[in-house]
């Protein structure tokens, strides 16, 4: 079966440029994750869906960065007025994790969006 | 705050050697830890998971071994081939909470 996609692979922005960064995970899949992941360190968490609720976005960097879940499947991180220190890759993943569960889950990555802002 | 340490440098072992990584977290108690691989250019894939109250768990030819006095995981490859080479991702957890990575530790097993 397919697995986590994301689109664009690549992004070059100018500074200033909005972007959106799209994220289709495995189907069945309640849980999506958004990270970020600068050079040479591990992603690290930004916002976090169940099905359409987004349920925490404490790790959203500004009030520039938004996603959504509309529809509990395919989510978009939106940032707008892209600045460099947003260069990064943006990684997408989806799970079986609930909230409330006391049982873990793997995530299933997708193989992330690098965003170049020149 | 929460902190998860991982060995930055590289580890550059012999093909056939064991290869071991630690994960050192600290002002945490996770409930779980997991372990991902991630290759150049590709998202972080998994590999295994262990939960407080197991000591070891085994998967071919890796293990991983959790010690919550300690607050330490140690990641084994026995048998290691110049294809296990890339970066490993250590992740602890609380059920139903969001992983945090630690920076990853890249291997380079040479033939």
């Known amino acids: 079966g397919a697995g986590v996609s994301q689109s664009p692979r690549y992004k070059v922005a100018k500074r200033g440029q909005d972007v959106a960064l799209r994220c289709d995970p495995i189907?069945?899949?309640?849980?999506l994750f958004w990270y970020q992941q600068a050079l040479g360190q591990g992603p690290e968490f930004l916002t976090y869906f169940q099905n359409e609720a987004q349920l925490d976005k404490s790790g959203l960097p500004s009030d520039r960065f938004f996603a959504e879940r509309p529809e509990g499947s395919v989510s978009t991180l939106k940032i707008q007025r892209t600045q460099q220190e947003d260069s990064a890759v943006y990684l997408c993943a989806s799970s079986f994790q609930l909230a409330d569960s006391e049982v873990s889950y793997e995530q299933y990555f997708g193989p992330g969006t690098r965003l170049t802002v020149t | 705050s929460q902190k998860i340490e991982q060995n930055s440098e590289a580890l550059n072992i012999q093909e056939g050697k064991t290869a071991t990584l630690t994960c050192n977290y600290t002002n945490y108690s996770p409930a779980y830890l997991q372990w991902y691989r991630q290759d150049p250019g590709r998202g972080p894939v998994f590999l295994l998971l262990i939960r407080e109250n197991e000591k070891e768990k085994r998967k071919e030819r890796l293990k991983v071994t959790f010690d919550t006095t300690l607050k330490q995981s140690l990641f084994h490859i026995t048998a290691s081939q110049p294809a296990d080479s890339a970066t490993y991702l250590c992740?602890?957890?609380?059920?139903?909470?969001?992983?945090?990575f630690g920076g990853g530790t890249r291997l380079m097993v040479k033939p």
């Open positions: 992740a602890p957890g609380n059920a139903g909470n969001m992983l945090t």
């Open positions: 189907s069945g899949h309640v849980s």
